[in-house]
């Protein structure tokens, strides 16, 4: 049980450190068009990024798939940026986006999971009880991932509801800055 939770905190910290900017950036853009009345697809919406998350690090582990570290680095904020650009595009669609963000979300999960494959892989491979430690892992990221949701959704309530900020307004805000953010972070990690 102690690799659990070594590898519990190891997946928490990936979200909640200071350093994970690119995965809050990248919740902030795929949370940021729901309300807290929408909390379901929001979760369904981290576990897709999860299931991505974790199928590219189990493979990477079991030395199924590598990938170059320059290109991981250089598509990660890509990912972030593309997220934030639909928001924007779509702002007055809130509804029906709602798919393609699952889709969007599960498929970005596997690059972000590139980002972290390298260091993980070389842990797990020299612990004997590797399914424990992705277990704990993914379960740390998923809590990770559900705090920042809760925060952005309560901070939204704030505007939204006390603050009186239209929709619209918050959305094109949050995705636009998230845009500029992560748009910054791809230029300065162009792999060529």
Excluded at 84 to 112: E, M, P, V
Excluded at 117 to 130: E, F, G, S, V, Y
């Amino acid at each position: 049980m102690s690799d659990f939770s070594f590898y519990f905190v190891m997946g928490w910290r990936h979200i909640i450190s200071t350093d994970a900017l690119d995965h809050q950036l990248f919740i902030l853009a795929l949370a940021c068009v729901y309300s807290i009345r929408d909390i379901k697809r929001v979760l369904i919406l981290v576990t897709a990024f999860t299931i991505g998350h974790s199928l590219t690090l189990a493979l990477s582990v079991y030395d199924v798939i590598r990938f170059s570290s320059k290109w991981v680095e250089f598509l990660i904020p890509c990912t972030i940026f593309i997220t934030a650009l639909k928001n924007i595009f779509q702002i007055d669609r809130r509804d029906t986006s709602a798919r393609i963000n699952y889709y969007l979300a599960l498929c970005f999960g596997l690059i972000h999971g590139m980002g972290f494959a390298n260091a993980i892989r070389i842990m797990l491979a020299k612990d004997q009880t590797i399914g424990w430690g992705l277990f704990g892992f993914n379960i740390g990221l998923e809590a990770g991932q559900i705090l920042v949701v809760a925060i952005i959704l309560i901070v939204g309530i704030l505007f939204l509801n006390i603050v009186k900020v239209k929709r619209r307004d918050w959305v094109f805000f949050l995705s636009a800055g998230v845009f500029a953010l992560s748009l910054k972070m791809a230029l300065e990690r162009l792999p060529f």
